[in-house]
């Protein structure tokens, strides 16, 4: 591939830079440290690879060398270098030829290489590299990663037929001795990117033989003459631990060609451990189960996995993850299980231990090869994240109960009153005392269903209820066989089978043990602690567990416990009754979407239109003073919808726009990688669908509805009876095997293709085909809206279900109103503490104000894998080329800071414009301390709050911006003691050490201190 500028001749001399290069104006100190680092490197180089081989970051070098580039100009008068279509002209070929790195090679941000042109490397002999710094840190020296493309060199066979490989030598770098690993660069779903191979260079200089070319592709005769080391094999590595995702978590940068490991990637190679959440492995091993039995039933399926997790769900083990360390702990569960179930049915102990024992091994071979073993992972405990969140939740009920006690209680007990005549009831007894009273318990439709059930199949319902009350077997498979038996006597298109459903009858028959479920605020508890939702059919379960955390805590809270006794004087007052009407009322009916914790809406109205004005807001401020309380509130002061997130220095585009995720092992154990949009396109996604809808008249929206709940039928009808099997026009057989709603994809088998016998379609595209009400004649429609030459392979298949849901679709008959448009606020806390290029890629140029909508349109990263229109395009309607983005009009950032943080840097003047910045004092807030609820505590701590901060203040070399916020004083909630006691412990345990970290680096710091520790304790009271 020819450079870039190679053609380029700026018309200075070699004599011209033999005396630039010695203008300490012109080459700065700096800019020499660049020249070196990358001479060192090579040929050539990226930013990214300077950055991850010598320390700073990519923006550090780009921007030497453009404004070295300027400097020359400047200078010398010479030619200015053209400007390329689809690039901004620059400074930087008058030293550097430049190319694309290719585009196939799995990279973050190294796209562009760069090599110094000869005249300059020649000039750069005259300079003493010796007084420059190499590298800003320690590196392993004799440690590789070398970059592979199997499409080019097929390692997988040279390493399978023979125990060494010949690579090529890369120059004189690498010794004998040396240790390589090899990364696989290639993406794609059979040949998943990552660490691969471990060897050893055991021979170097070795002339290049044909033989050494049998493994190259015939089209790469590059390497044909060069001279090769020879690398043993010591290690082979299969699990996912290995995985692109998981290394660059460790700050491992995909190379071009070669660099040193770095030791903490070396660490997490030998030591580390993936760290993931319960959830996540559920979720993982239920994909892997879906796939090697695709004939499985939703309910054959959830069978198995509670089957799994029998021992963890019904707490017979206190270390469930310790049972996969070794097969000798795994022996240990099957006694165990046998003493459980022999006290429970000894009839069938013997035969259901051998089955559990059986699905746990499954779990542990899953374990082993998915990951490398259980060593290989770390599981967080999501309950301290969602303890704190809960806390919050009941501090705002109490706070919320006594001056609205109608919405909070009020209008609930009738929920006590159900649930307490219900007691002693049989489960026939209990679904007609439901159905009788009319009950908001069940949703009207699955009452009256219900009730028609419960005349015409009394005694089958009967025996329904007794098994789901059967506490010996596991709940999720009594909750699922539910809705299996229920769909039996099904008289009506909708049945009470629901999660809903069975939660209510549960409560109702041991309220002490079972909540009332409902799907609504059962998401927005999800959102609002920050954990994924379950899928359909899980979410129950996913839901009592967190409720168990939550109950605990109720329970603690003696108040609280009291004055719900009060209010239910006459009725039980099950602790699980008291947590869901909690979050029915945080979530449903006050009204209020956050903590009230601020005193009037009025305080939040100015940054609302500041918001509202700018688009993108930075609050600022000191520690605690409440920015992210803020932030969230500003959004509910806007009515919008939100999302919350916090920044990180391990977090990347991946994370935050969209990037590849390895997905469960094949049938063959091949794990492959799938594209997965990142959290804020999700919700920029979300905007979007909002502004569409909001803009179609009443008669498209039934139209719209009407496809949509066609469309549902018939997925659902494929995925729950017989009737799933279709065929295209050219006679191939296909079937639907899921409907993933978080993705909104169909995902389907096609048995008599072996090349692909899988396909994901979207369901977007489904709905647009629909619409435009094509796919009637014949496959060639689909190519021709596209204003495509030739017809995909998804046509075919597109053709077909458009087909099939188009002959039945659906008459809407109730009225449909006009959908309202929303703002949707996106609030990153923490703003400072990622990589903003790294993080927003080329959404820097979307997130600009002036850029929102159309003209902000970008192609995304991986905007190459689209085959088919994404919502962006067919808003843009783009049919050719795919993969747009943009920031819609009607999504809004909030950004939060502490930008006194020595640990993190400060964000660039670029990024810095985009947004509108605002201080928030340690003042503004001072009303959080209501959270301490004892008015003593609370005055107190706003006096020493004052005293401190007005001593910050008069410190040297600090100010009011190190002033500490309310939130710190909120930590009084965790001490215990008397007055003194409490406010002692919060000084040692949180302020002191944030006060030495102001003051590091001073030689007067002790005496600092000393007197900082004298305004917080003085006991003169602030009037």
């Not at 950055?51 to 030619?79: F, P, V």
């Not at 199997?150 to 040279?158: L, N």
């Not at 109608?406 to 219900?422: H, I, M, P, S």
């Amino acid at each position: 591939m020819k450079w870039l500028y190679e053609d380029f001749d700026s018309g200075l001399t070699q004599e011209q830079w033999n005396t630039l290069v010695q203008d300490k104006a012109i080459f700065t100190e700096d800019c020499l440290e660049a020249f070196y680092r990358m001479l060192d490197f090579g040929e050539s180089a990226t930013c990214t690879q300077l950055a991850y081989e010598y320390g700073n970051n990519a923006q550090h070098y780009s921007g030497i060398m453009t404004k070295l580039g300027e400097r020359i100009l400047k200078k010398t008068n010479c030619k200015e270098p053209p400007a390329i279509k689809d690039r901004e002209n620059s400074f930087w070929p008058i030293i550097f030829v430049g190319k694309d790195v290719d585009p196939s090679l799995v990279t973050i941000e190294g796209k562009f290489s760069w090599k110094i042109r000869d005249e300059l490397k020649q000039a750069l002999k005259s300079i003493d590299f010796s007084k420059y710094k190499l590298r800003e840190k320690e590196i392993l020296a004799n440690e590789w990663v070398f970059s592979c493309n199997p499409k080019k060199y097929d390692v997988f066979s040279a390493f399978k037929e023979q125990p060494t490989v010949k690579w090529k030598q890369y120059e004189s770098k690498v010794k004998v001795g040396d240790i390589v690993y090899i990364y696989i660069s290639k993406k794609d779903a059979k040949i998943p990117a990552g660490l691969k191979y471990k060897c050893e260079v055991i021979a170097t200089g070795i002339k290049s033989d044909p033989e050494d070319l049998k493994y190259y592709a015939k089209t790469d005769d590059k390497h044909s003459d060069a001279i090769r080391m020879e690398l043993k094999l010591l290690e082979t590595f299969e699990s996912v631990k290995y995985s692109y995702d998981n290394l660059t978590t460790k700050g491992f940068i995909a190379p071009q060609g070669y660099c040193h490991l770095k030791p903490e990637v070396k660490e997490f190679i030998e030591n580390g451990r993936i760290l993931i959440t319960e959830n996540e492995i559920r979720e993982t091993y239920k994909t892997e189960l879906q796939k090697k039995n695709p004939g499985w039933s939703r309910q054959t399926l959830a069978t198995h996995m509670s089957d799994s997790f029998f021992m963890k769900n019904n707490n017979l083990v206190s270390d469930f993850w310790g049972l996969f360390d070794s097969d000798n702990n795994l022996e240990k569960a099957k006694t165990i299980l046998k003493t459980y179930l022999e006290s429970i049915k000894p009839s069938t102990a013997l035969k259901r231990t051998t089955g559990y024992y059986n699905e746990i091994k499954t779990l542990k071979s899953f374990i082993d090869k998915y990951y490398g073993g259980i060593k290989n992972l770390s599981i967080t405990d999501e309950s301290k994240l969602i303890k704190e969140k809960l806390l919050h939740i009941i501090n705002w009920y109490k706070d919320f109960l006594k001056d609205n006690r109608e919405v909070a209680f009020d209008n609930e007990k009738y929920k006590w009153k159900e649930l307490t005549e219900c007691q002693n009831l049989t489960g026939i007894e209990i679904a007609k005392y439901l159905v009788k009273d009319k009950t908001n318990l069940l949703e009207n439709l699955s009452r009256v269903v219900l009730g028609e059930l419960c005349e015409s199949n009394p005694d089958d319902i009967s025996v329904i209820l007794d098994k789901l009350f059967d506490s010996n077997e596991d709940l999720h498979k009594r909750v699922n066989n539910f809705e299996v038996d229920i769909e039996r006597l099904k008289t009506a298109s909708r049945i009470p089978n629901d999660e809903r459903s069975a939660s209510v009858l549960l409560a109702c028959y041991r309220p002490d043990e079972y909540p009332i479920f409902k799907a609504t605020f059962y998401e927005e508890l999800c959102k609002y602690i920050g954990i994924k939702m379950c899928a359909k059919g899980d979410k129950y379960i996913h839901y009592i567990e967190i409720m168990k955390i939550f109950v605990d805590l109720i329970k603690q809270d003696k108040i609280l416990i009291e004055k719900m006794n009060e209010l239910t004087i006459g009725f039980i007052n099950p602790v699980n009754l008291i947590a869901q009407n909690i979050l029915y009322v945080r979530f449903e009916s006050s009204g209020v979407n956050g903590d009230e914790i601020m005193e009037t809406n009025a305080e939040y109205e100015k940054y609302k239109k500041l918001l509202e004005s700018s688009k993108n807001l930075v609050l600022t401020g000191a520690p605690g003073t409440g920015k992210s309380f803020m932030a969230t509130k500003i959004a509910k002061e806007m009515q919008a919808e939100y999302e919350f997130v916090q920044f990180h220095p391990s977090y990347d585009y991946t994370d935050f726009v969209e990037g590849l995720r390895p997905t469960a092992p094949d049938q063959n154990g091949n794990i492959g990688f799938k594209k997965v949009n990142g959290v804020f396109k999700d919700f920029c996604i979300r905007a979007l669908q909002n502004l569409i809808e909001s803009s179609k008249s009443e008669e498209q929206l039934a139209k719209d509805k009407s496809i949509k709940e066609s469309a549902a039928d018939f997925i659902n009808t494929a995925l729950t009876t017989e009737q799933n099997k279709f065929t295209t026009k050219t006679g191939n057989e296909f079937s639907i095997v899921n409907l993933n709603e978080d993705t909104n994809e169909v995902e389907i088998s096609i048995p008599s293709n072996a090349k692909t016998p899988e396909l994901t379609l979207k369901l977007d595209v489904i709905y647009e085909l629909l619409e435009k009400d094509l796919c009637k004649e014949n496959v060639s429609e689909i190519k021709n809206y596209y204003g495509r030459i030739h017809n995909r392979q998804e046509d075919s298949y597109y053709f077909a279900i458009c087909s099939e849901i188009g002959k039945k679709l659906k008459k809407v008959n109730a009225p449909v109103t006009k959908v309202e448009q929303k703002k949707y606020v996106f609030i990153i806390d923490e703003i400072n503490r990622g990589e903003a290029s790294k993080i927003f890629g080329e959404l820097f140029y979307s997130i600009d104000p002036g850029y929102r909508g159309r003209k902000g349109k970008v192609f995304t990263q991986y905007a190459n894998m689209e085959t088919m229109p994404n919502l962006f395009d067919t808003y843009l309607g783009e049919k050719q080329k795919f993969g747009h983005f943009f920031v819609p009009e009607n999504v809004y950032i909030i950004g939060t800071m502490n930008d006194i943080d020595r640990s993190v840097e400060s964000m660039d003047f670029a990024f810095r414009r985009r947004f509108r910045w605002e201080e928030i004092s340690a003042t503004q807030n001072i009303k959080m301390l209501k959270e301490l609820e004892d008015p003593t505590l609370q005055a107190e701590a706003e006096r020493r709050m004052t005293n401190l901060n007005n001593e910050i203040s008069n410190t040297p070399e600090l100010s009011s911006a190190y002033n500490i916020g309310p939130a710190y004083f909120l930590k009084l909630k965790e001490t215990q003691g008397d007055l003194n006691e409490r406010f002692k412990a919060l000084w040692d345990g949180h302020l002191v050490s944030l006060l030495r970290e102001y003051l590091r680096g001073r030689s007067d710091i002790q005496s600092r201190l000393e007197t900082l520790e004298a305004a917080y304790y003085k006991e003169d009271s602030v009037d």
